[in-house]
């Protein structure tokens, strides 16, 4: 297995250009299941991710083929005929999103088995919302064996459905799934996260007729049958939030390019409050932390427009060092504060009580060896690498690699020591 070794007190100067979203992405690949035509998506991150969804496309009967192409890397995927209709729990328990092809098998062919993905490291993550909602579309569910069984033999009819809190999965698994269904579909109480923008984007683009995009109600009307085309992927504002973040741990001035500011405007207004210098541009924005200890502000994670769960533990790594107590609130998953004792392996003060934790901001961090535990969390530990003295060690970055593309050579092109050390292979996630 990797590891990433950080040596830090590099302060950052230069561009990052950010990549295409993974959450994003993984969707559009799962609509690419809806239509017999090729889908061409374009600004596609190369991911652990998306590389474990191609294997379970391909398994379905996908043709897949990824190349460079003008606006970046590039997949195309096409699925002439569903072969199976099954997805097994090997490939999605490596992945939950893959359990999203589970909406487009049933639109497509009237049946599914698709295994349960199980819980994960953040929290119990239950798929009920998403069971839900293709019922409420018309399809029957039974549960056997860790798999769903699912079957809507007079195909899919339109439905309202009233979600009982926001969930970004259970919404988009609606939109597969509804988009071939006949007649409308209401989506109330919807998730706004940009990614389902980009999703009805590209599923209007195959001839899908949607409205309500970026509003909490989705209407859906049903079509016969959708195409191809080209869709570009929307910018990894999760990624914007990140390399924001460590401008701000290390200092310097790093310009993210290829995004947008207005995805991550409420991580912004906290950064600007702590003390950072944010500058917005046309494709994303100028990120200036001069000399001196940053300012301690509390933060509460929310659903789209609000502070993005996404960035807690990279926000709560600038915390670590900034003068005052920091109060952080998770209210979306129920155990993701696993990078907490690791920041403390690092020197950070910080105590946790159920969904609320304490940082009391330290002069300096000091490099030791850590684990990564998920995706944003392993990337918190290298962004706290990069302020602490020493040298970091960050273990199991298997985690980072599933959402995170390039990311030592992004760094490193601004300055920042961080190296691979390579392991034996693992596909672990
Ligand atoms: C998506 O997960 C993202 N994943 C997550 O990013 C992100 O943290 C999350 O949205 C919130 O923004 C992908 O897009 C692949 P939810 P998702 O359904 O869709 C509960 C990352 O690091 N819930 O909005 O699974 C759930 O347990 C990942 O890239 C139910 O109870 O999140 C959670 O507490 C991690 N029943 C809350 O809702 C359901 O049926 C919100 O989850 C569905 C969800």
């Given at each position: ?11 950052l100067f230069g561009e990052i250009p950010i990549s295409g979203a993974k959450n994003s992405a993984i969707k559009l690949m799962a ?41 970046g890397s590039e997949t195309v995927l096409h699925t002439p005929e569903i072969l199976g209709a099954i997805a097994p729990y090997d ?90 269904a006949e007649g409308v579909t209401v989506l109330y109480n919807a998730a706004c996260e940009p990614e389902i923008g980009d999703l ?230």
């Amino acid at each position: 297995m990797d590891k990433i070794a950080i040596i830090g007190g590099e302060r950052l100067f230069g561009e990052i250009p950010i990549s295409g979203a993974k959450n994003s992405a993984i969707k559009l690949m799962a609509a690419s299941l809806l239509t017999d035509q090729p889908l061409r998506l374009t600004n596609m991150p190369r991911l652990a991710d998306t590389r474990f969804l191609g294997r379970l496309l391909q398994r379905l009967g996908a043709e897949l083929i990824e190349r460079d192409g003008p606006d970046g890397s590039e997949t195309v995927l096409h699925t002439p005929e569903i072969l199976g209709a099954i997805a097994p729990y090997d490939l999605v328990r490596q992945m939950r999103a893959s359990f999203n092809v589970l909406g487009p098998l049933i639109a497509r062919t009237g049946h599914a088995k698709v295994s349960l993905p199980g819980g994960c490291t953040i929290g119990a993550r239950p798929v009920d919302l998403h069971l839900k909602a293709l019922e409420a579309l018309g399809a029957q569910i039974d549960l056997h064996e860790g798999y769903v069984f699912a079957q809507a033999p007079r195909g899919l009819r339109g439905a309202e459905i009233t979600f009982p809190f926001v969930s970004v999965g259970a919404t988009e698994h609606a939109m597969l799934a509804a988009v071939l269904a006949e007649g409308v579909t209401v989506l109330y109480n919807a998730a706004c996260e940009p990614e389902i923008g980009d999703l009805a984007d590209c599923l209007t683009m195959m001839g899908a007729k949607i409205e309500g995009k970026g509003t909490s109600t989705l209407v859906i009307t049903g079509v016969t049958r959708l195409g191809g085309g080209t869709h570009s992927v929307i910018a990894d504002r999760i990624e914007t939030g990140t390399y924001a973040v460590a401008a701000a741990m290390a200092g310097g001035e790093v310009r993210l390019t290829k995004t947008q500011s207005g995805f991550i405007q409420s991580l912004l207004d906290l950064m600007v409050k702590a003390g950072v210098g944010v500058e917005p541009t046309p494709d994303g924005m100028i990120i200036r932390r001069g000399e001196g200890r940053l300012e301690a502000v509390d933060v509460h994670t929310d659903p789209f427009p609000g502070f993005a769960t996404d960035l807690q533990a990279q926000f709560m790594a600038l915390m670590t060092t900034a003068r005052g107590e920091s109060v952080i609130r998770e209210t979306i998953f129920e155990n993701r504060f696993m990078h907490a004792p690791e920041l403390a392996r690092l020197g950070a003060e910080i105590s946790v009580h159920g969904g609320e934790a304490r940082v009391t901001g330290v002069d300096r961090l000091n490099g030791a060896e850590v684990m990564a535990t998920d995706l944003r969390a392993s990337v918190s530990l290298v962004i706290a690498g990069l302020a602490a003295k020493g040298e970091t060690v960050v273990n199991r970055v298997y985690h980072l690699d599933r959402g995170f593309e390039r990311l030592e050579e992004k760094l490193g092109a601004c300055g920042a020591q961080v190296r691979r050390i390579k392991g034996a292979a693992s596909d672990e996630g």
